[in-house]
């Protein structure tokens, strides 16, 4: 009866582990990319810097599950859209600025 009971807690304890290890990547590659954009908005001088603790560690954590490939286009990504808001005047800007505070809001969050 013991060994049956040590049997089941130690099957349930791989399970947690292996469900652990799926949730590890919680977020899609589009939305990884999307975070991508929105720390790189977050960090335009030209839109006004705001904190990106939360969104790098986003980034950090969610990139470690990534193909390079993946990974590579969210550098860029996120270069692109710090260039973009640090040019952008006028109707432009307003419309990053837009982007940044609804589209990117959970992100910003850290995805929570």
Request: aromatic fraction near 2%; proline fraction near 0%; hydrophobic fraction near 45%.
């Amino acid at each position: 009866m013991k060994s049956t009971i040590a049997a089941a807690v130690v099957a349930l304890a791989f399970a947690g582990a292996a469900n652990a290890a799926g949730a590890e990547s919680r977020v899609s590659d589009s939305g990884f990319l999307q975070a991508a954009r929105c720390r790189g908005l977050a960090a335009s001088e030209g839109l006004g810097r705001l904190d990106t603790a939360a969104i790098d560690q986003l980034l950090r954590t969610e990139g470690h599950s990534r193909t390079l490939a993946a990974k590579a286009s969210a550098s860029k990504r996120i270069t692109a859209a710090q260039a973009q808001g640090d040019r952008a005047q006028g109707g432009k800007k307003d419309r990053l600025l837009a982007e940044r505070q609804s589209a990117c809001a959970v992100w910003l969050k850290g995805g929570r």
